[in-house]
């Protein structure tokens, strides 16, 4: 730690150096961030000016404005206690040092350390410091004051470096292209391969690749400046470039699970499944071929459901695959209220159909909305409302 | 749906995300293939309707036919036999069809095969409601009268035990109490549909009104009718005496009686009716009920008991309730120990597809759906072919 003694003169200031891990910000007075940094890495002995002095103010939470500033030093210990104690946890659970995961890892802590926290962001972690400490950005100037990046002046350095960059391939790449059509080497090639199953970069992941704010426009701007890759012939080094920029994206469907068919004694198939809405839990079994009788519960679905609201949503996934007549079914349902239970039965039939139906057609349901849980539930009631929403009536006096 | 989108317009915001369009959100190839098609349907009032309008003649070919009831009949057989709905539908297609149904027929032929010479048979109409039972029982009246028997019909015990405002102490037994409203109404309605009897039946018993009033032994029937009519107060005792002679007198030969009550579950259930001082009445200290109940028991013979059972208008009965064990009690089911039960049940797929004709040609069903196949389709299943959910389903369309 630097040198106390230097500040000593200064009464009542002893809590300032408390651990060196207490992040600088939020001690009390003003103090510039480099200088604190020169101060920390501390060898040099130049005055520092500080503008600290005597003020005891207490700041309100001027460490929440203020970015914490974590030196290189400071993460690469971090990352030295993580992999020993990686290994110490390996032991502890009496696993392989060498080959423990991430996922193992979190198994470990949430069966070491129980923790009942309803935020998940709450509970206790441990991860890679990368993941841990946010990116941040060396000190991008040298002793001499003079910054190292030569575009450190426009503000956004990064940015317009990639920028830059990918203007000069771009460049690179006509001038490839005019010097081979002077050649007379035409030869075309399709670029929509690359497109298709991917998706550019949103503006929050660009954001955290380049350590840097962006705006919007920025954003788009180069966008617009990678689509035009794909109009030209690019040789193998500028597709990859591309590449860094572009995230799969999986085929939604392909999630759906579809449950076998199972058959009975004699020989029917039939297809099972469940389905929930709102705390009613729907369980249901559809029979491949019959007449369209259903029952709920034992007693036929005309009288368990007297209202045609309820029997509509019934109705729903077999007259959407044109099946009215031709399914029986037997469903038991349990909780909830009567359209609570009608929507769980539709998502549990729409469900056991789909072992009975081909993949467009799962896919159109899925597209209808017929295959997805419905999320919503009974909003809590908070204190000092009446209800949910509702507050108390309020009175001017 | 088969309903339009401009309709139902309070339930549609209460469907969930399945809020779904015919056209839109169906299955492309599902729409390609299905166009109307009425071409197998080559006579469709052969199907429908049947042109015997006499009961009489009703046989197994009519099954599942519409017959005309005649505007003369409805008026002198049915003043007051008929449902509400039934009624309203009648205005509105300015004419009175019933549906011939197996259960009708069966009855229609123990009827027809009665020993006149045993005591009266009592059959028992039970079923799930909307099958269908109020109406079989008008059409047995309707036999009955074009047969030329004494048609004691009582179109809904039920509403004799409920809401009766004015409750007057009987004149004849002390502990009994009296309706005159409703007496006089059924008085009223009794003479319109049994005319001719009233002057050939004589009373056989000297009956004492007040001091001043009295009906000797020997006058006809209609003269008792008469005084309960004019004299409201005594309207129910006339009830009393009618029911009385009619049971003495069925025996001769002369004439055969049809009993005939909807709604039987209500001689022996509860009444909502309560004395001024607040304590329940039992249904046996109402008068009605007392002589009802008399009728209705099997030491008579020369004509037969025809009961319905209701659980629609009934009192303190779970809405699942439709057999007689359930409906009557323990007390009412003894009483009426030997019985024939008949179960009415919903429409076969034929009965189904007379009924929607039978809509159709009347311009009833105005939905530009409703004729084809997929339009059947989606009301059968959501009315499972139930009579009443189907004509209240396809009022809105």
């Known amino acids: 730690m630097a040198a106390p003694c230097v500040f000593c003169g200064a009464a009542g200031f002893y809590r300032f150096f408390l651990g060196s891990r207490v992040p600088l910000a939020q001690r009390q007075g003003i103090w510039k961030a480099a200088a604190a940094a020169e101060l920390q890495t501390g060898t040099r002995s130049q005055i520092v000016r500080l503008k600290h002095v005597t003020v005891v103010t207490t700041k309100k939470n001027v460490a929440a404005s203020r970015h914490e500033t974590y030196t290189a030093d400071f993460i690469k210990k971090q990352l030295e206690e993580f992999n020993i104690g990686k290994r110490h946890l390996a032991n502890m659970m009496g696993e392989d040092p060498e080959t423990f995961t991430q996922e193992d890892i979190d198994r470990a802590v949430v069966y070491l350390f129980p923790s009942g926290l309803f935020e998940k962001r709450a509970r206790p972690v441990m991860k890679h410091p990368d993941h841990i400490f946010p990116k941040q950005r060396a000190i991008q100037w040298g002793e001499d004051g003079r910054p190292f990046h030569f575009l450190f002046y426009t503000g956004k350095q990064s940015y317009y470096s990639l920028m830059h960059e990918a203007y000069g391939k771009l460049l690179d790449i006509e001038k490839r292209q005019n010097q081979l059509q002077a050649e007379g080497l035409d030869l075309e090639k399709t670029k929509t391969k690359d497109l298709i199953g991917s998706r550019w970069l ?196 | ?38 071409a197998p349907v080559e006579s469709p009032r052969a ?93 047995v009246v309707h036999f009955c009268a074009k047969q030329d028997w004494l048609i004691l019909h009582i179109p809904d015990a039920l509403r004799w035990v409920k809401n009766c405002r004015d409750l007057l102490q009987s004149t004849h037994n002390k502990q009994r109490l009296d309706q005159p409203l409703e007496a006089s109404t059924w008085l009223k309605n009794f003479k319109t549909s049994n005319e001719r009897f009233l002057s050939q039946i004589k009373v056989q018993e000297k009956y004492v009104w007040n001091k001043r009033e009295s009906t000797e032994k020997g006058s006809p029937l209609g003269e008792v009718v008469e005084q309960g009519i004019t004299r409201v107060r005594n309207a129910t005792d006339a009830v009393g005496i009618v029911l009385k002679e009619l049971k003495r007198q069925s025996s001769s030969g002369l004439f055969h009686v049809l009993v005939a009550v909807d709604g039987v579950n209500a001689l022996w259930g509860r009444t909502t009716l309560r004395r001024e001082d607040k304590s329940v009445i039992a249904p046996e200290e109402l008068a009605l009920i007392h002589n009802l109940r008399k009728m209705v028991k099997n030491d008579w013979n020369g004509g037969a008991i025809v009961l319905t059972l209701s659980q ?80 209240r389903l396809c009022a809105y369309l």
Not at chain 2, 97 to 113: F, I, S
């Open chain 2, 47 to 139: 199907i429908s309707r049947t042109s015997e309008s006499d009961p009489v003649k009703h046989g197994e070919q009519q099954e599942g036919q519409h017959y005309n009831i005649p505007h003369q009949d409805l008026k002198t057989v049915f003043p007051h036999g008929l449902p509400p709905r039934f009624l309203m539908q009648v205005k509105t297609f300015s004419e009175a069809c019933l549906m011939v149904r197996k259960p009708a027929l069966e009855l229609l032929q123990y009827l027809k095969n009665t020993n006149f010479a045993h005591p009266a048979v009592r059959y028992i109409l039970y079923g799930e409601k909307g099958t269908g039972k109020t109406l079989s029982l008008c059409h």
């Open chain 1, 202 to 397: 949103i503006k929050e992941e660009l954001e955290e690749m380049l350590v840097e704010k962006l705006s919007d426009q920025d954003y788009a701007q180069f966008i617009r400046l990678l689509e035009r890759f794909s109009t030209l012939r690019c040789g193998a080094a500028e597709e990859e470039f591309v590449q860094r920029f572009r995230k799969s994206i999986t085929i939604q469907s392909k999630k759906q699970l579809i449950e076998p068919l199972q058959y009975d004694d004699q020989g029917m198939a039939f297809s099972t499944s469940e389905g929930k809405r709102k705390s009613a839990k729907a369980e249901v079994v559809v029979y491949e071929r019959g007449n369209g009788k259903i029952k709920v519960n034992g007693v036929d679905y005309l009288l368990y459901f007297p209202v045609t609201q309820d029997r509509e949503q019934l109705m729903f996934p077999f007259h959407f695959l044109d099946r009215l007549g031709k399914h029986d079914m037997n469903c038991t349902v349990s909780g909830g209220g009567r359209s609570a239970q009608a929507g769980a039965i539709r998502l549990a039939t729409a469900k056991a159909l789909c072992s009975f139906v081909t993949e467009d057609e799962v896919e159109w349901m899925r597209q209808a909305g017929l295959l997805t849980t419905d999320p919503r539930v009974r909003e809590r009631k908070k204190p000092g409302q009446e209800g949910a929403r509702r507050k108390f009536t309020w009175k001017k006096r």
């Open chain 2, 1 to 38: 749906m088969l309903k339009g989108m401009a309709r139902l317009i309070s339930r549609v915001h209460k469907l969930d995300r399945g809020r779904f369009l015919h056209t839109g959100t169906r299955i492309p190839q599902s729409i390609a293939g299905h166009l109307d098609n009425q």
């Open chain 2, 312 to 391: 629609t208008g009934s009192l303190f009965k779970p809405r699942t309730a439709y057999l007689p064990q359930e409906l009557l009690g323990k007390e009412g089911f003894d009483a009426l120990d030997p019985f024939i039960p008949i179960l009415v049940s919903n429409y076969s797929p034929k009965e189904f597809e007379s009924c929607i004709q039978y809509y159709l040609e009347n311009n009833w069903l105005q939905h530009e759906k409703a004729p084809t196949e997929e339009g059947r389709k989606e009301l059968l299943f959501l009315s499972n072919a139930n009579p009443g959910q189907l004509e």
